[in-house]
Each structure stands twice: as structure tokens, then as C-alpha cells.
């Protein structure tokens, strides 16, 4: 691809550095907006003590916020791939902080319910867009770092919002979590200014039909939806069920946000790991390597006693290697569609986290049975499946970089 070559909905960009710019841009947003999506986890033993909630309850909210905002992403990206994204981009981020920081506010489980669905539609809006936003303009060299950068942006956001959740419901109470909307609609406003403008899709080039997406999900990309999706169950296992491990422990507050921060800022450095080495590596040797490596990490942070230096070290370990798969499953994902990016990066992020979500609420029924770190350890194992899938024949064609394009 030439670097006047234009993408879907945007227009050409002619310089790398001018792809670079617009990738650190949509990463900030990647961050206002996930650590919005980020508030929920931290709080969950303060609202099940609010709300009567058991553990089966707390997973299903968690659930619910997933797969909001992981359902609607494929039409996200399909209208982003037809329109443009900017509008997506921006929009997403305020949808998603107006309505996550009225959760303290919800006097009862089903309005919060719908006030998670809400937020949650804004990260379903903003995550496809931005994600081909970040990695299809200019040249198709070096998409796995720009891919990583944009990712980087939300594993940043995702590790400082539970801090920051925290730590403003610790001095105001979970009534006056409201005010954390007011920084991210300035950042949107002054975000909404730095991106380049777009329109209609601007080339020529036909949009993938329903047809051409099916076809490619029996094929390659339905096996990188699969590991997709075990990646995003773990996580969302270790996300919803260590903060219950470290209540029932009798750990803080403030250090069971902690363990959260350890595995997502651990993530943020994982993702740029994942972005660099999809672009100088065997893909399928990666994803094999990071899914085996992930299973005993994450089973030994949430097994070691919560709050411990063993069990911080071994989450900043698990959420490394669990971020990392990121950059090589979006990156193949846009290249076994490449006449759809948004589509095809919508399908492994929105289908596939809200498919790994719905695992969730398995856990927590279990947790209500057997304790909540049983629940967790038993279901850690699943990652392996994500070995197996990485391993399948129909991925052979994108092993490496140099087949891609």
C-alpha cells in the first residue's frame, strides 16, 4: 500500500509521523475511556454491601458492562468504515464517563444495571473505530506498534481508574463519583480538535459483505475470535473475583484497587511488548507462548494470599501476558479483512470480550458454591484452549508479518 493510498474513511495521510500523531491522540481517548470501564471492579464489595448483592449478582454486573459494551462494536466498526470514525472516537468516551460515574447513584440493581448497559455502549462505539483509526492510516508498515500504542492508551486508562475511583469515593462516598464525568468531557472537546478531519468512505472499495464476514469466521478469523475470547474470560475472571478474594480476606479497599492497578498497568506494558513483536515475529508462536505462559500467572496471583509481594508480582506477570496477545489477534484480525478493519476489529474485540464475559457469570454461580478463589482457579485453565486455536492450520497463511498486506 502506497502512502497516498486511501482507507476506509479517512483521508490520505502522507507521513509516517503524521500517522504516529493521530495514533497518540486516539490513545488518549483510549485511556479517558477505559479508565471509565474501569470504575465498576473496585467497587463492586462496597456495592454488593450496598445493594445485598451476592457473588453470582456482582459477576452478572460485571457481565453486563462487558458485553454492552462488546455487542454492539461490529456495527461500530461498520459504520466507522463507511462514515469515518471521528464522530465514533470522540463520542464514545462521553457516553461512557457521563454514565459510569453515575453508578454510585443507582439506588437499586436494576437502574444500575441500566446505567452499566449506557456506559458501556459508549466503549462499544468508540473501540473498533479507534482501533482502525489508530493502525490504517499511512503505510501498512509498523501496524502492530500502532496497534500497540492505541492499546497501550487504554491499558494506561484501565490501571490508573480504579485508583482513581478509590480514591474520590474514599473522600466524597460513592454518591459523589458523579464528578469524575467533568475531566473527560474536557479531554473529549480538546481530543475532538486534534484529529483529522473525515467524511464517506472515500475509495472505491467495496465494504465486506455479510457473505465475506461469515466465510472468514468458519475460517481464520473465527479462530482468532476463539482466542480472543479466552483471553478476555480470564481477564474478566481476574477482574470481577480478586477484589472479592482480597474482601473476603479482609484486605482494604484501597489495596484490592491496587491488585486491579498492578494487572492493568502491567498490561499497558504488555501491549507494547505484544505490538512490537507481531511485527518481527511468528504470530502463532507468540499467541502459543503468551496463552501457556498466562495459565500458572494468573493462577498463582489469584492463589497466593491477596495484598502479598507474591501475589502483586505474579499479577503484574499475568496482566503482561494477557495484554500482549492484544496487538497480534487485532492486527491479524484487520488482515484477514482488510476491506473491513473496523468490522474485522469490532468481531475480535466486541464479539469475542462479550462471548468471554458471559463466562464470567459462570464464575461468580460457582463462587456463590465453592468460594470465590476456588471459582477463579478453576476457571483459569480455560486459556488453554487459546493455545490449541493458535496452533490451527487456517492461521499458517498469517504466521508472519511478511505475509501480511
Known sequence: MSPTTL????????????????ALVVAIAHGVNDAYASFLSPLLPRIMGKLGLSIALAATLAMVLSIAAS???????????????????????IISGVFLSMIGLAPSFTILVVLLMMGGIGSAVFHP?????????????????????????????????????????????????????????????VIYGRLPANGARADATPLPSLGRVFETLKGPLGVVFGISAVGAFVQRVFLTMEPIIAAQAGVSETMGAVALSVYLGAQAIGTLTGGVLTDRMDRRTLLVGLTILSVPTHMLALWLP????????????????????????????????????????????????????????????????????????????????????????????????DHAE
Open 7 to 22: 482507507e476506509p474513511g479517512h483521508p490520505p495521510t502522507r507521513t509516517l509521523g503524521g500517522a504516529s500523531r493521530v
Open 71 to 93: 455487542l454492539l462494536q461490529p456495527l461500530a466498526g461498520y459504520l466507522a468504515d463507511r462514515y469515518g470514525p471521528k464522530l465514533f472516537v470522540v463520542l464514545g468516551p
Open 129 to 189: 473505530p479507534a482501533a482502525s483509526m489508530a493502525t490504517s492510516l499511512d503505510t501498512g508498515q509498523g501496524r502492530g506498534v500502532r496497534l500497540s500504542f492505541f492499546s497501550f492508551g487504554g491499558a494506561i486508562g484501565f490501571a490508573v481508574g480504579p485508583l482513581v475511583a478509590v480514591g474520590l469515593v474514599g473522600q466524597v462516598g460513592l454518591e459523589g463519583l458523579w464528578m469524575a464525568m467533568i475531566p473527560g468531557l474536557i479531554v473529549a472537546a
Open 306 to 401: 491477596p495484598g502479598s509481594p507474591g501475589s502483586l508480582a505474579f499479577a503484574a506477570m499475568a496482566g503482561f501476558l494477557n495484554m500482549a496477545m492484544l496487538p497480534p489477534i487485532v492486527v491479524m484480525a484487520q488482515e484477514i479483512l482488510p476491506e473491513g478493519t473496523g468490522v474485522g476489529s469490532g468481531i475480535v474485540m466486541g464479539l469475542a470480550w462479550a462471548l468471554g464475559s458471559v463466562g464470567v457469570l459462570g464464575t461468580g454461580i460457582l463462587g456463590d458454591l465453592v468460594g470465590p478463589r476456588s471459582a477463579a482457579l478453576l476457571s483459569v485453565p480455560v486459556l488453554l484452549i487459546g493455545t490449541l486455536l493458535a496452533l490451527h492450520p487456517s492461521l499458517r497463511m498469517h504466521r508472519r508479518p
